[in-house]
């Protein structure tokens, strides 16, 4: 399976970041850094509508993506709450392209 779903917390929207522990193993063991930007691990290409592409590794301490100013952008752009489901979806290596369930 080359995607995975999780779903948004009131946490997620308060703090713009996305909970990834459940998807953890989804990412290159590699892109997991460390908890501050000294220790950053390799970067992932994030597209998800919104922007350019957004690269960045995922803080291994928060288990959230380390740039994070993008996720409230694209909370508010397609209007999610808590409870709203987000898809994970591989395209290539190191690329990835995140985007909402629609019911």
Not at 5 to 13: D, K, P, R, Y
Not at 41 to 56: D, N, R, S
């Amino acid at each position: 399976m080359l995607y995975r779903v999780i779903e948004l917390t009131q946490g997620n929207l308060d703090n713009n970041h996305l909970y990834l522990s459940s998807v953890i193993g989804f990412f290159p063991a590699e892109s997991i850094g460390g908890p501050n930007a000294s220790e950053i691990g390799t970067q992932v290409e994030i597209h998800c509508g919104i922007a350019e592409p957004v690269f960045t590794d995922i803080a291994g301490d928060k288990k959230i993506f380390r740039k994070r100013s993008w996720v409230g952008e694209f909370f508010k752009s397609h209007s999610l709450s808590a409870g709203s489901k987000v898809i994970i979806e591989k395209t290539g290596a190191n690329r990835y392209h995140i985007y909402p369930v629609r019911t």
